[in-house]
DNA sequence: TTCGATTTGTTCGTATGTATT
DNA sequence: TAATACATACGAACAAATCGA
């Protein structure tokens, strides 16, 4: 038998079905906690073989846009369900997002405390080209402190486009159940799944020292971070300032 | 048919034979270079069809433990090959060990310089337990100092265990061709295919803040590295310290 | 508790397309 | 051109997990 691909240049089946799927999970057809089609409905729907529908659907869970389940289906998966595991779960899904841990080996959660919270800020010239969008777009900004084991370790600054989360206030915003990124799932549909991290040492700015306790002009790690939802979308800048003298970035690339 | 996975608690078989071919790359069996057995050879020696090979080999090829090549055949992959790519390549693993650049968009391989190199050295007792050896075990060590355009960025210093490079010598190691971890490679087989890395800023330690021209006690990034080869063995520590002025720690995780 | 329906996971086998030598 | 090797796609059978009747 002869297929598509016979004809050339075109790319392979499992590709165009998976890109499919992945426009279909960035339009939020398919809500975290629900389900996809089995594999069989998908093949008949593409008109394939189910063979070919795992593998686009495999390339997906490679890019943790989607999970199985053995006997449940195929999800968009609940970014505050894998946050919430067991600190010394075996797999590391849990600190996926979460990269500054004790350099002492213990492990723990941090908990976040909402310092500031402004609703409308137009964005900074610098920020805009880094999320996509226009100079001066209205922005979100939250100020968070990150305690773990009590001791506050990072400082967050949080700039989010206001298109992209309408009516989120100080309250939705603090009142969230688990992380940001659960919220930003579970109330805009945003699934976010990549992040692209920019480190440097610098003198903690003087909002860093005083929320984190330390000398003035002390080093602190800056991390700059863009959180990508499906299908490359921004969603998200970050500015962090981590103390560094008990705790530490851990980074494995494998 | 009933296979071998109706006897109970077994693992499926293609795993059995990702590991039997991952032992077999960690013993050295397959140089890089040369091409592993072909799917349908390796398919007939483990008894199996040929997809079952495949889902393995599909794993290590996700690990970056072995590179397919259309038409040629599969192949553990030279690292100096994939670190030796224009800059611009659309593909990032030319940068895959190498997460420093500048902060300006411009990309460029650094150049390196060897400040020391000494044969035979105790280990310090606290980076003994990260290689899983005896403190006080030879050790070699290096000094390299990196360039990017021209500039001090990067002091590297370097910790092998020295009964993994029997023979490696001061002249051996400056005269190598490409990265250290080509020579890792090709001249003792070991394939790094992953990296833990531990960031900190601190303020600069003397020697580094001379060779990167940075004024006593400036902010630096601290990067603490663990190589690791086939197989999880740990083959290298490297302690750098970045200066972050121009330049930046990129990371994406997907 | 047992059973059956549903869904993903594993394995086999076959045919054909495409790149390399 | 022919042989070889990986890539894509199809189809089928059975295993294992889940859930509800």
């Known amino acids: 038998m002869t297929y ?3 004809v050339n240049a075109e790319p392979p089946l499992w590709r165009m079905i998976r890109d499919s799927l992945e426009a279909a999970l960035a339009a939020g057809e398919y809500p975290a906690g629900r389900p996809l089609p089995s594999e069989a409905r998908l093949a008949a729907r593409f008109g394939c073989a189910i ?3 795992r593998r686009a659907v495999d390339e997906l869970v490679a890019a943790r846009a989607l999970v199985r389940r053995q006997g449940k289906g195929t999800f968009v998966p609940d970014i505050d369900e ?3 595991r067991a600190p010394d779960a075996p797999d590391r ?8 841990r004790p350099r002492d080996g213990t492990r723990a959660l941090p908990a976040t405390e909402l310092l500031a919270f402004r609703a409308s800020v137009p964005c900074p010239a610098w920020i805009a080209p880094h999320l996509g969008i226009a100079p001066r777009a209205p922005m979100i900004f939250a100020r968070n402190l990150q305690r773990i084991g009590g001791r506050a370790v990072v400082l967050d600054d949080l700039w ?11 309250a939705g915003f603090a009142g969230r159940e688990g992380t940001v990124y659960g919220l930003y799932q579970k109330r805009f549909g945003l699934s976010v799944i990549r992040t692209d991290e920019r480190l440097r040492a610098v003198s903690a700015p003087p909002a ?7 000398p003035a002009g002390a080093p602190v790690l800056r991390i700059q971070r863009v959180a990508l939802a499906i299908g490359e979308r921004p969603v998200e800048m970050r500015i962090s300032h981590a103390d560094t003298r008990e705790h530490e970035y851990f980074n494995t690339l494998a």
């Open 4 to 6: 598509m691909n016979a």
């Open 51 to 53: 063979g070919t529908v």
């Open 82 to 84: 894998m946050t919430r």
């Open 93 to 100: 899904t849990a600190y996926y997002f979460f990269h500054i």
């Open 160 to 170: 989010l486009p206001a298109a992209l989360f309408p009516g989120l206030d100080r």
């Open 208 to 214: 860093a020292a005083a929320a984190l306790g330390l």
